[in-house]
């Protein structure tokens, strides 16, 4: 039988073990364990690193008054729903976390896209409501920085309304940032986005999509 490398990134004690008795020790009853078992030692010691530094960069972001959002959207085809999931990483380092989904037919051709489009809007509407001013979305969905950046021609509904509510009404307001992440490549908050939406596939409510239209700049 090959050796296993158990990482843990969340327990008693944080590190690399080579058995599952030293490994089970940190984690078991420690709230909020996070671990994982590797076939190569290589790989373990990678998970690990890539905890450091990415939570290395979101508190830099944080210390510079940033807040953090990180978006994801999902898709199910046999009920013909859209979702998204956002986890917002908070000045004081806690999260909040925002999802919902719709089975508006005018936006389902772009299935998981409508959704990541809706959970990016939702972390600038959180960022304004909060009384933040400047904004960096984590994504995994390269056109969400483009078709916001009007750097891709918006030529869909949803890509329009999108195109038209960030550069008409947010960036007015709030100075926005875009991160590109790697999708499913164990980044923390960004798989956390990833089940939230999955799991809001399922909600009873359907989001109004109110999100996408452009509120007023001035109330009378």
């Excluded at 089940?195 to 596939?201: G, P, S």
Aim: charged fraction near 25%; glycine fraction near 6%.
């Amino acid at each position: 039988m090959k050796s296993k490398f158990y990482a843990v990134k969340n327990g008693r004690q944080c590190g690399l073990f080579y058995t599952w008795d030293d490994c089970l020790a940190q984690v078991k009853g420690f709230k909020g364990a996070e671990y994982k078992s590797f076939a190569t030692r290589q790989e373990a010691l990678a998970y690990l690193q890539e905890t450091d530094t990415e939570q290395s960069s979101i508190s830099k972001w944080l210390e510079e008054g940033w807040l953090v959002a990180f978006c994801d959207g999902s898709f199910e085809e046999n009920i013909n729903r859209f979702s998204y999931g956002v986890v917002i990483v908070n000045k004081d380092e806690s999260t909040t976390e925002l999802s919902g989904c719709s089975d508006n037919e005018q936006y389902m051709a772009h299935r998981n896209i409508s959704g990541e489009i809706l959970g990016a809007v939702h972390s600038m509407k959180y960022a304004l409501d909060n009384g933040y001013s400047r904004l960096v979305i984590f994504h995994d969905l390269q056109g969400l920085s483009k078709w916001a950046d009007l750097e891709w021609k918006a030529d869909s509904p949803i890509t329009k309304k999108y195109a038209d509510v960030v550069n008409n009404f947010y960036k007015l307001q709030i100075k926005i940032k875009f991160e590109k992440v790697t999708g499913h490549s164990n980044n923390k908050y960004n798989d956390m986005a990833d089940r939230l939406a999955k799991n809001a596939l399922h909600n009873k409510e359907m989001d109004d999509l109110s999100i996408l239209e452009r509120p007023s700049l001035f109330s009378f």
